[in-house]
């Protein structure tokens, strides 16, 4: 079973920081883009930024300067979100372009999602 499983999110002033973590596991034969989305209530889930296998990565212009993607490795992706607003509060989820071993075949999987909230 393959899956991707968040970690990090939390309460924050606005102005703080907060890190989250993305672990994907499984029969995994390869992982091409990871990226972030979140969700915030009664809106459209949105893309928060990307990043290729290669390093290649993409904002939303609302978190350009105060959000960075990062890969640890193949299967480890990670969002340091600094001066956090109130706007950022949302769930955000994981995702990822893989290609299990027992399909052989690429398929988009999400993760469930970790709560941040930011206020004061």
């Known amino acids: 079973q393959v899956q991707l499983v968040e970690s990090g999110g939390g309460l924050v002033q606005p102005g703080g920081s907060l890190r989250l973590s993305c672990a994907a596991s499984g029969s995994i034969f390869s992982i091409s883009a990871m990226g972030w989305y979140r969700q915030a209530p009664g809106k459209q889930r949105e893309l928060v930024a990307t990043i290729t296998s290669g390093g290649s990565t993409n904002y939303t212009d609302s978190v350009k300067g105060r959000f960075t993607i990062s890969r640890d490795n193949v299967k480890n992706v990670n969002l340091q979100m600094n001066s956090l607003k109130p706007e950022d509060t949302g769930v955000y989820y994981c995702?990822?372009?893989?290609?299990?071993?027992?399909?052989?075949?690429?398929?988009?999987?999400w993760g469930q999602g970790t709560q941040v909230t930011v206020s004061s």
């Open positions: 995702n990822a372009d893989m290609i299990t071993i027992a399909t052989m075949v690429e398929y988009n999987y």
